[in-house]
């Protein structure tokens, strides 16, 4: 099935272990983004990647950094988590214009204890 | 600054009636208004959008209306239904904008009451 492909869908870690969240689209589409969702603060973007190659800041960059791999694949690594970082994390996609909106991955649950 | 805000946070509604959620935005650079639904577990799913030349966009029992000099958008639900519980989030970016970069609302929870 077409879409966005997130993995792990959950992980626990300890203060100050790093990991990486894998992303991957079929869909031929240029554009990639990192979000985080927390309770009553909607969808918050980390980074995001308008095309191969190129990779910017969002609203909440600290703590994060990413790699967009190919035109298919993004990820976002956590390198000394911290407690903060608690939150459910989704990847999206969406071509050049955004009038086919974003296709959403189905979450990575990441709790750091 | 929250460029998008939404509101209410929670919403309760009987089976049969209309779920209104309101959106306000700020920059008038924003011309791609979308709504997106969400289950628990799941991730949003694009449910309809609108682009600022229209005030009113309708597919089946949701409908979006927009008012541009007011800078607000709101989602209609029509005959609302338990299946129809969820999150919804609205969203707002530059239609031509390389990246189509979205700013969201906080989201609302919608409970239908069977």
């Not at chain 1, 983004?33 to 980390?46: A, F, S």
């Not at chain 1, 191969?52 to 994060?64: A, C, I, L, R, S």
């Not at chain 2, 009113?56 to 209609?76: D, M, P, V, W, Y």
């Not at chain 2, 390389?98 to 009451?113: I, M, P």
Request: charge should be positive.
């Amino acid at each position: 099935n077409a879409g966005v492909t997130q993995t792990p869908k959950f992980q626990v870690l300890k203060t100050g272990q790093s990991m990486t969240l894998q992303c991957a689209q079929d869909m031929n589409h240029n554009s990639m983004y990192w979000y985080r969702q927390d309770p009553g603060m909607g969808l918050r973007l980390i980074y995001y990647s308008a095309s191969e190659g190129t990779t910017d800041k969002g609203e909440v960059p600290n703590g994060y950094n990413v790699s967009r791999l190919n035109k298919r694949e993004f990820s976002l690594r956590l390198e000394s988590a911290a407690p903060s970082q608690t939150s459910v994390y989704f990847c999206a996609s969406s071509s050049d214009r955004a009038s086919g909106g974003y296709t959403f991955g189905s979450g990575t649950r990441l709790t750091v204890v | 600054q929250q460029q998008v805000k939404q509101s209410p946070q929670s919403l309760i509604v009987q089976k049969g009636g209309i779920s209104i959620i309101n959106c306000a935005y700020e920059n008038t650079a924003f011309d791609y208004f979308p709504w997106y639904q969400q289950f628990p577990g799941k991730g949003p799913a694009l449910l309809i959008a609108i682009r600022p030349d229209v005030s009113e966009k309708k597919e089946g029992r949701f409908t979006i209306s927009f008012n541009k000099s007011a800078k607000q958008f709101s989602l209609h639900i029509m005959d609302s239904q338990p299946g129809d519980s969820a999150t919804y989030f609205c969203a707002a970016s530059g239609f031509n904008t390389n990246a189509g970069k979205s700013t969201f609302g906080d989201g609302t929870t919608l409970t239908v009451k069977p």
